[in-house]
RNA sequence: GCCCCUGUAGCACAAUGGAUCGUGCAGGGCUCUUCUAAGGCCUUGAUGUAGGUUCGAUUCCUACCGGGGGCACCA
């Protein structure tokens, strides 16, 4: 249980039911440790005054902790509160007992790399799917910040007690494929090119290198389509898994797991069956309007070839299939049109899906914007970012925002900020406490006496350790990532802040041992902290 | 034209309808005889415009003015 829940609790023993308690955090000290508008509802219920409702209830959680303070102390505990205050107009702030803080040190110290995580009963199987990029070139920027949100994201819904499967979605067939063949051939002029040919230098260097396979397979630009996607997905790969450390449980194959599989015939029998298709014009369409969608969408084109769509159906029945609760999937803004009907088909396969949209990265170069186009081959890979700016600043800065935001990118401010990205702060903050324990020698014992943590520093040290579990638990019901780094920053502060301000080493006994088991505590919550944003956890820097 | 996202300080980003709008970088000033100064402390500076709902609006609603993306028998 968190303090937060044991506060909500607490509140909620003394108001009508169904009353929804919610508690923040305020930024100053002087508004308490934890506080709460629930007066405000309850005034507007019962027609009184909020500060009224705060009052009452202040004396009330006063009061209810003091008739079992006497046996709490006997077996060593204290009450809840130190401090509960009114204010107007209404807000209720409480603070902290010395005695409450400090036993969520020693829960930090036996739980150690499973503080924050929830050990759930039920667990949901849920498939993440992230990047999904086409084979067909190098990953963008927009697909990194797709592929880092997705893993933190992984790691989080794990965090909160679920069975993740992360899937990379491969189309590795299909006329984008046979596009790409072609682009290739054309590219070393045997064929005239076309506009809708992918014409950037890595398929001028693809083919140059291969150039015997391509003249041998000149009339089967599917052939050569499928070798370079397997090589780019090589490369992709290796960026993605050794080069940005975003993990992949599954790279799910379009042709192999679902054509062949025989999901897409299956997809639209079920389609079929349910009389949601119809024929016109010589196309079989799904009607996807009845969910929402602006039009209906084909499945079969006119020749009697299946639409990506069908087989993206076909994808989903597969998931519904292999027994997945819920799907989330990570899309880039160029896809947003296509959300309206995926989601249609989630509902007809009756697949628990939520489709989360990350919006554009504008690239600027010297305050002007410089156009991104894969086809035309202009863009910052994925793969130089990390080389020119490091995994660890890279994945920060980008899960530092909402995936909905539009960020500005300019690779040479970002190459001159990597050294003062706040991941550095960070990962030097967790640097600093290990340096302490090295140094100080001092053992750190479960069973050491923590009255001596009193100063203001010590406490914000430790409030900001037991937010933890708090802020994992809210990112995973938000499907938030920025809130973590924003966390991580914060609890950061605090220790340099405590570093500063206070000794270990050179300490009377007491103070020393305690403040021992405040920065062990600390190294637990950062490592875990680290863990699930996928940042490393240096010993030195 | 329709749909989605978005407009906060010089820059990049935060803010479950809550209190004096936060953080980093940049700018100005202080700070290493002490567990790593990649640190600490102080400081300058912002909600696109006009209405509305509310005890309370950066947040919700309307209009306007900007920015990005999407509107294929491509994905």
Redesign the pocket.
């Known amino acids: 249980m968190t303090l937060r829940e044991k506060i909500t609790a607490k509140i909620e023993g003394l108001i009508p039911k169904g009353t929804d308690v919610?508690l923040?955090v305020?930024?100053?000290d002087?508004?308490?440790h934890y506080?709460t508008?629930v007066a405000?509802k309850l005034a507007?219920q019962k027609g009184v005054s909020?500060m009224e409702e705060a009052e009452k209830l202040a004396s009330k959680l006063l009061e209810s902790a003091s008739p079992k303070t006497v046996a709490k102390r006997l077996f060593g505990q204290a009450e809840l509160f130190e401090r509960v205050e009114a204010?107007t107009?209404g807000?209720l702030?409480m603070w902290l007992s010395q005695n409450a803080l400090a036993s969520e040190l020693q829960i930090i110290l036996k739980e150690k790399k499973n503080y924050g995580i929830v050990k759930s009963k039920k667990k949901k199987k849920i498939q993440v799917e992230y990047i999904s990029a086409?084979p067909t070139g190098p990953l963008t920027l927009a697909n990194g910040r797709g592929g880092f949100f997705g893993d933190a994201l992984s790691n989080i819904l794990e965090a909160a007690g679920n069975a993740v499967e992360r899937e990379y979605y491969v189309?590795d067939t299909?006329?984008?494929i046979l596009t790409f063949g072609k682009s290739i051939i054309a590219s070393l002029g045997i064929i005239p090119t076309e506009e809708e040919f992918y014409k950037g230098e890595y398929v001028r260097e693809w083919a140059k290198k291969n150039k015997s396979f391509v003249l041998k397979h000149k009339n089967n630009p599917m052939e050569i389509g499928k070798r370079a996607a397997k090589d780019f997905l090589r490369g992709t790969r290796n960026t993605i898994e050794k080069g940005a450390h975003i993990k992949f449980d599954r790279y799910t194959s379009e042709d192999r797991n679902i054509h062949k599989k025989g999901y897409v015939k299956k997809a639209l029998a079920v389609f079929k069956k349910g009389g949601r298709v119809y024929e016109?014009?010589?196309?079989v369409w799904l009607r996807t309007k009845d969910f929402g969608d602006?039009k209906d969408r084909?499945l079969v084109?006119?020749?009697g070839e299946p639409?990506?769509?069908l087989a993206?159906a076909g994808h989903y029945l597969e998931t519904k299939e292999r027994k997945f609760d819920a799907k989330i999937n990570i899309l880039g803004?160029?896809?947003?049109?296509?959300v309206a009907r995926i989601q249609a088909v989630a509902k007809i396969f009756g697949l628990d899906s939520r489709v989360i949209?990350t919006?554009?990265i504008?690239l600027v170069s010297d305050g002007k914007?410089t156009k991104m186009s894969k086809r035309k081959g202009k863009f910052i890979t994925f793969e130089e970012l990390i080389s020119e700016v490091g995994r660890d600043a890279a994945r920060f800065f980008f899960l530092?925002?909402?995936p909905?935001?539009?960020?500005?990118f300019d690779l040479k401010?970002a190459k001159e900020?990597s050294?003062?990205n706040?991941v550095?702060?960070i990962q030097?903050a967790l640097?600093?406490a290990l340096?302490?324990l090295?140094?100080?020698k001092i053992k750190t014992s479960a069973k050491a006496s923590l009255d001596a943590l009193q100063t203001d520093v010590d406490t914000k040290l430790i409030r900001e350790l037991a937010r933890f579990p708090e802020v994992i638990a809210d990112s995973a019901k938000d499907y938030k990532i920025?809130?973590i780094t924003?966390y991580a920053?914060e609890l950061a502060?605090a220790f340099?802040?405590?570093?500063?301000?206070?000794?270990?080493?050179?300490e009377a006994k007491n103070i020393a041992q305690a403040r021992a088991v405040l920065v062990s505590a600390s190294i637990i919550v950062f490592q875990n902290l680290f863990k699930i944003l996928g940042i490393s956890a240096p010993k030195?820097?």
């Open positions: 919610s923040s305020p930024e100053n002087t508004q308490g506080s508008n405000f507007k909020p204010v107009p807000f702030n086409n189309n299909g006329n984008q016109q014009d010589g196309a602006d084909v084109k006119q020749g639409t990506y769509f993206d803004p160029d896809h947003y049109g296509y949209v919006q554009t504008r914007e530092m925002t909402t909905e935001s539009h960020m500005d401010l900020r050294q003062k706040p550095f702060y030097y640097v600093r340096s302490i090295k140094k100080s920025h809130p924003k920053s502060k340099h802040n405590f570093y500063e301000k206070e000794r270990v080493a050179g030195k820097m």
